[in-house]
């Protein structure tokens, strides 16, 4: 018989070739015969493939799918324990054993598969859960690894199906703790910030569907620098967990405690309108104040500011409502009174006003303290990728050294008058950087307010006569919306550059409604294409329609074209098939705080980089 076959190649024998022989085999004993004479007892020669099979958690099956037959091997019982009290001699008994939590069973894996027996059939692989019937009484689910093969019939549909079904609940566990553990802050034993995400997710869609609005609150501690310098940073881990298990304890279990960042929680509480919500804050801010936390190092007291909003009326994405509570919790931490503040849309105009007053102190403060530079990002040839000129960029740092994008703190510098200061100084630096290295050539942005400035084109004389050889080595780049607010003082701040060598580009191409006059008689250098237009012409019809045009136009005026935001091959071949001159982007690199120079000897700098 195979069995013996395989049982006297030894103990090494591979356990793959041991299910193999057992799937080739009867999976029924014979009919008892009985022998004309006893046989001799063999001695055994290696362990028995059923013990084998059964040590591992693992039994054979073949699945008859035309009748339904479900034939297992000898060890099923050893296998599976009490789950094969019921009878697994069908298809349909077997995947009624299938725990509803079990997830997708034998028969998804094999007639939801999305292949075509070829011959040698079509492998599956399927983990699910098995649970005992119930008037076997109620056990534990045994999770399992079901690995096998389905074969088709002469019309291509599942005939018959063989396989190794393996006990993997303990795997199964771990990694059911693992996934969890991900889910967890492992201080505070509440939700992490990305499940947050997504379970506010899932309330928007309830409130959509219910019409029944929501709540989220961030609760702050406060003070916890101050603590864990007077108690120590263990002693705030444990105010921060009492504090994560007094918010989990004081909700209902259909809301959602979750650790947002750092020293604040955010709450989501289901089916919560205005009124109720305040009531809810106003207690769990009584709870922490009136109670101290215990910890290692005694009792320490604390207090919590909160910040809330209702949805989906405050915001319809989960982006929108945090940033909301955001807001709401900076106004009470003003010291204002107020512990508890809720979002509205006058809070959010005063948050703002707020804001720009503090980016304004601060922008006077980065220009006191010298805390404003420049990130250099170079801008190459597109014939070959050589080096052409820089870019010189603003960067703002503030005092605590974290810098701050300039998109954030121009608009704000426009409104309160500071952006030419900042105007200024850019063109220090870049002006001292271009007398340091000979070989350099960089742009510099030039904002509306230092345009129409009378004095600006003097100043800039007065700084390029200290050292005259930098002048063509400048360039000033203007918007094109720049022209829209006075042409006339824009042409004579062009023609004011080029009577000191300075070379001038037209920035954010096509974003403007320059006319082809307008563009003829201002005598720009260069313009640079908008990358709003340049970084989707692989997909976009209408931009590389638009694109191209802008391209042909320059050509006709003479004027060199500079493609801006080119961050992938095929962007850059089908602009330098257009006769596009130079690339910016970040396929060619980014930003920064030097300019580049490996490889400065190959490159084309020696003269005029037109």
């Given at each position: 018989?195979?069995?013996?076959?395989?049982?006297?190649?030894?103990?090494?024998?591979?356990?793959?070739?041991?299910?193999?022989?057992?799937?080739?085999?009867?999976?029924?004993p014979?009919?008892?015969?009985?022998?004309?004479?006893?046989?001799?007892?063999?001695?055994?020669?290696?362990?028995?493939?059923?013990?084998?099979?059964?040590?591992?958690?693992?039994?054979?099956?073949?699945?008859?799918?035309?009748?339904?037959?479900?034939?297992?091997?000898?060890?099923?019982?050893?296998?599976?324990?009490?789950?094969?009290?019921?009878?697994?001699?069908?298809?349909?008994a077997?995947?009624?054993?299938?725990?509803?939590?079990?997830?997708?069973?034998?028969?998804?894996?094999?007639?939801?598969?999305?292949?075509?027996?070829s011959?040698?059939?079509?492998?599956?692989?399927?983990?699910y859960?098995?649970?005992?019937?119930?008037?076997?009484?109620?056990?534990?689910?045994?999770?399992?690894?079901?690995?096998?093969?389905?074969?088709?019939?002469?019309?291509?549909?599942?005939?018959s199906?063989?396989?190794?079904?393996?006990?993997?609940?303990?795997?199964?566990?771990m990694?059911?703790?693992?996934?969890?553990?991900?889910?967890?802050?492992p201080?505070?034993?509440v939700?992490?910030?990305?499940?947050l995400?997504?379970?506010?997710?899932?309330?928007l869609?309830q409130?959509?569907r219910?019409?029944?609005?929501?709540?989220?609150?961030?609760?702050?501690?406060?003070s916890?620098?101050?603590?864990?310098?007077?108690?120590g940073?263990?002693?705030?881990?444990?105010?921060?967990?009492?504090?994560?298990?007094?918010?989990?304890?004081?909700?209902?279990?259909?809301?959602?405690?979750?650790?947002?960042?750092?020293?604040?929680?955010?709450?989501v509480?289901?089916?919560?309108?205005?009124?109720q919500?305040?009531?809810?804050?106003?207690?769990?801010?009584?709870?922490?104040?009136?109670?101290?936390?215990e910890?290692?190092?005694?009792?320490?007291?604390?207090?919590?500011?909160?910040?809330?909003?209702?949805?989906?009326?405050?915001?319809?994405?989960p982006?929108?409502?945090?940033?909301?509570?955001?807001?709401?919790?900076?106004v009470?931490?003003?010291?204002?009174?107020?512990?508890?503040?809720?979002?509205?849309?006058?809070?959010?105009?005063?948050?703002?006003?707020?804001?720009?007053?503090?980016?304004?102190?601060?922008?006077?403060?980065?220009?006191?303290?010298?805390?404003?530079d420049?990130?250099?990002?170079?801008?190459?040839?597109?014939?070959?990728?050589?080096?052409?000129?820089?870019?010189?960029?603003l960067?703002?740092?503030?005092?605590?050294?974290?810098?701050?994008?300039?998109?954030?703190?121009?608009?704000?510098?426009?409104?309160?008058?500071?952006?030419?200061l900042?105007?200024?100084?850019?063109?220090?630096?870049?002006?001292?950087?271009?007398?340091?290295?000979?070989?350099?050539?960089?742009?510099?942005?030039?904002?509306?307010?230092?345009?129409?400035?009378?004095?600006?084109?003097?100043?800039?004389?007065?700084?390029?006569?200290?050292?005259?050889?930098?002048?063509?080595?400048?360039?000033?780049?203007?918007?094109?919306?720049?022209?829209?607010?006075?042409?006339?003082?824009?042409?004579?701040?062009?023609?004011?550059?080029?009577?000191?060598?300075v070379?001038?580009?037209?920035?954010?191409?096509?974003?403007?409604?320059?006319?082809?006059?307008?563009?003829?008689?201002?005598?720009?250098?260069?313009?640079?294409?908008?990358?709003?237009?340049?970084?989707n012409?692989?997909?976009?019809?209408?931009?590389?329609?638009?694109?191209?045009?802008?391209?042909?136009?320059?050509?006709?005026?003479?004027?060199?074209?500079?493609?801006?935001?080119?961050?992938?091959?095929?962007?850059?071949?089908?602009?330098?098939?257009?006769?596009?001159?130079?690339?910016?982007?970040?396929?060619?690199?980014?930003?920064?705080?030097q300019?580049?120079?490996?490889?400065?000897?190959?490159?084309?700098?020696?003269?005029s980089?037109?």
């Amino acid at each position: 018989m195979q069995l013996r076959h395989i049982a006297n190649r030894g103990a090494e024998a591979p356990v793959a070739t041991i299910r193999s022989s057992l799937l080739r085999a009867p999976l029924t004993p014979p009919p008892a015969q009985a022998p004309a004479e006893e046989p001799a007892p063999e001695t055994p020669i290696g362990p028995d493939p059923r013990q084998i099979l059964s040590s591992i958690g693992e039994v054979v099956y073949h699945w008859d799918l035309a009748t339904d037959r479900l034939t297992w091997g000898p060890n099923l019982e050893e296998a599976l324990g009490a789950i094969a009290s019921s009878d697994l001699g069908t298809g349909l008994a077997y995947g009624e054993r299938v725990a509803r939590e079990g997830g997708a069973s034998r028969y998804d894996a094999i007639f939801q598969a999305n292949a075509s027996d070829s011959g040698d059939g079509v492998p599956f692989q399927v983990v699910y859960g098995l649970a005992q019937a119930r008037e076997f009484g109620h056990s534990p689910i045994v999770w399992v690894e079901d690995t096998g093969r389905w074969f088709a019939d002469a019309e291509g549909k599942p005939a018959s199906a063989h396989g190794v079904v393996r006990v993997v609940t303990e795997r199964h566990e771990m990694e059911r703790k693992l996934a969890l553990g991900s889910q967890i802050d492992p201080l505070t034993g509440v939700l992490n910030r990305a499940q947050l995400s997504e379970h506010v997710g899932r309330f928007l869609l309830q409130a959509e569907r219910d019409r029944k609005p929501f709540a989220v609150l961030l609760v702050a501690l406060e003070s916890l620098f101050a603590l864990n310098r007077t108690y120590g940073y263990d002693a705030g881990d444990e105010v921060l967990a009492g504090l994560a298990r007094r918010l989990r304890e004081n909700v209902r279990p259909c809301d959602v405690v979750a650790r947002h960042a750092g020293n604040k929680f955010a709450l989501v509480l289901e089916n919560c309108d205005t009124e109720q919500v305040l009531s809810v804050a106003n207690r769990l801010l009584d709870l922490v104040k009136d109670a101290p936390f215990e910890t290692s190092a005694g009792a320490i007291p604390a207090t919590i500011r909160i910040g809330g909003v209702i949805g989906p009326r405050e915001g319809r994405v989960p982006q929108v409502l945090f940033q909301h509570a955001e807001e709401a919790l900076d106004v009470a931490r003003q010291g204002n009174g107020k512990r508890f503040v809720a979002y509205t849309a006058s809070l959010a105009r005063e948050d703002s006003r707020l804001r720009a007053l503090q980016v304004a102190d601060s922008i006077v403060s980065a220009l006191n303290d010298r805390r404003v530079d420049l990130a250099f990002q170079p801008i190459v040839h597109a014939s070959s990728g050589e080096l052409a000129f820089h870019e010189a960029l603003l960067r703002v740092k503030l005092a605590d050294g974290s810098e701050v994008s300039p998109g954030a703190i121009l608009p704000i510098a426009e409104k309160a008058g500071l952006v030419r200061l900042l105007d200024q100084r850019v063109m220090e630096l870049a002006l001292e950087k271009l007398a340091e290295r000979p070989e350099l050539h960089v742009s510099v942005n030039c904002s509306i307010a230092s345009i129409l400035d009378p004095e600006w084109p003097d100043r800039l004389g007065t700084a390029i006569s200290i050292n005259p050889g930098i002048a063509a080595r400048l360039i000033i780049e203007i918007t094109e919306s720049s022209m829209i607010e006075d042409f006339d003082t824009v042409k004579n701040l062009i023609a004011a550059c080029k009577r000191l060598g300075v070379k001038v580009a037209m920035d954010d191409f096509g974003a403007g409604h320059t006319s082809f006059r307008n563009l003829r008689d201002l005598a720009f250098d260069i313009v640079k294409i908008d990358g709003a237009f340049i970084q989707n012409i692989v997909n976009s019809a209408d931009d590389r329609f638009f694109v191209r045009t802008l391209i042909d136009l320059a050509r006709h005026l003479s004027l060199k074209v500079v493609a801006e935001w080119v961050e992938d091959e095929e962007t850059a071949r089908i602009l330098r098939e257009w006769g596009v001159d130079y690339f910016q982007g970040a396929l060619y690199g980014r930003a920064a705080a030097q300019p580049t120079t490996a490889g400065a000897e190959k490159r084309r700098l020696a003269g005029s980089f037109m």
